[in-house]
């Protein structure tokens, strides 16, 4: 009787470890077959000449042109040339605009990425505005902004600072994130997200900038501790924009050697997938934009802003449901 217990509890043993492997398997392959599609809708190629970012909200999009220093708009769903809106100023132009944020209300949040502010689009006035910002921030070359949905703070890559600033919507006083890793160097697109803020971030050969190779992308969960995570690095290449979908695929932007997209899967170790280069589009992918309502990203493309002999435009994606 004894020894007919131990055999039926052998064999039960062996049993529950080959069910616990066998969904240990499952739950592995589970992750293998699922990957991120793109589905492309649509290219638009030479009605916006340079453009660094692309949003769209309220039935129309809004592109930053980095070359003439405007930021343009039109209702989604009529072609590009029927542009209605042409907004910048001729005494006091935009200095190179290179990403947007889209606020609550009718204000579209535009930094001067070759210059030394943050500018605000009065999107029903269709006029810029300045942003009160204190005196002594002195920003060279703001590239990503974002806020937290009814936060206080706008936060700023200050990129040839090589450092992550905020500043109070409300008080106008500041914050240097104070960077212990020295990780910052020449920040780009940046996301406000409830799990931290997340930076593109690429080490570049300037005077100033926190030395390294390549590029990562960082997120800080505690502006105030100064301590940042790797979430994904490029050693070959320099990173432009980023998006996350759906809180599991990380979308990059790679300039230099790799002139594409990269996704990476942040629930698994996988390596990362490049996506094939374009070759209908010139310039890098920049300003990335994804509308979680009608599940399309945006993706633009600068063209040639060094000898301008070809124009960019953007590309508009479908990212199916999972």
Not at 317 to 322: A, D, E, I, L, Q
Request: hydrophobic share 40%; with cysteine.
């Amino acid at each position: 009787m004894i020894r007919l217990r131990r055999f039926v509890h052998s064999v039960l043993s062996v049993g529950l470890c080959v069910i616990l492997v066998y969904v240990g398997w499952l739950m592995g392959e589970s992750h293998r077959v699922i990957t991120f599609r793109l589905m492309p809708v649509a290219l638009v190629v030479g009605e916006v000449e340079h453009p660094a970012h692309v949003v769209q909200r309220g039935g129309r999009r809004w592109a930053a042109e980095v070359i003439s220093n405007r930021v343009v708009s039109w209702p989604i769903g009529r072609p590009v040339e029927q542009i209605t809106a042409s907004i910048g100023t001729l005494m006091d132009p935009l200095a190179s605009p290179h990403f947007l944020h889209v606020m609550e209300g009718a204000r579209i949040l535009v930094s001067e990425g070759w210059g030394q502010r943050i500018r605000m689009v009065d999107t029903q006035a269709m006029r810029v505005i300045d942003l009160p910002t204190a005196s002594d921030l002195s920003l060279n070359a703001p590239h990503g902004i974002c806020v937290r949905e009814n936060g206080e703070w706008l936060y700023i890559a200050d990129s040839l600072n090589s450092r992550l600033v905020r500043v109070s919507l409300q008080s106008q006083r500041w914050q240097v994130f104070p960077d212990h890793d020295r990780r910052v160097a020449y920040g780009r697109q940046l996301l406000c997200r409830e799990d931290g803020l997340w930076l593109a971030n690429s080490y570049e050969n300037r005077a100033g900038l926190n030395p390294g190779k390549g590029s990562n992308v960082l997120r800080i969960n505690d502006f105030e501790s100064g301590r940042s995570e790797v979430m994904a690095a490029f050693d070959d290449a320099n990173m432009t924009g980023l998006e996350v979908v759906d809180d599991r695929w990380l979308l990059v932007g790679l300039w230099g050697q790799r002139q594409t997209i990269g996704v990476v899967d942040l629930l698994s170790e996988s390596a990362v997938t490049y996506l094939p280069p374009r070759d209908d589009i010139a310039g890098p992918p920049y300003g990335f934009f994804f509308d979680t309502t009608s599940r399309e990203l945006l993706v633009a493309y600068l063209g040639d802003i060094r000898g301008r002999s070809q124009t960019g435009g953007f590309a508009v994606y479908h990212v199916p449901h999972r």
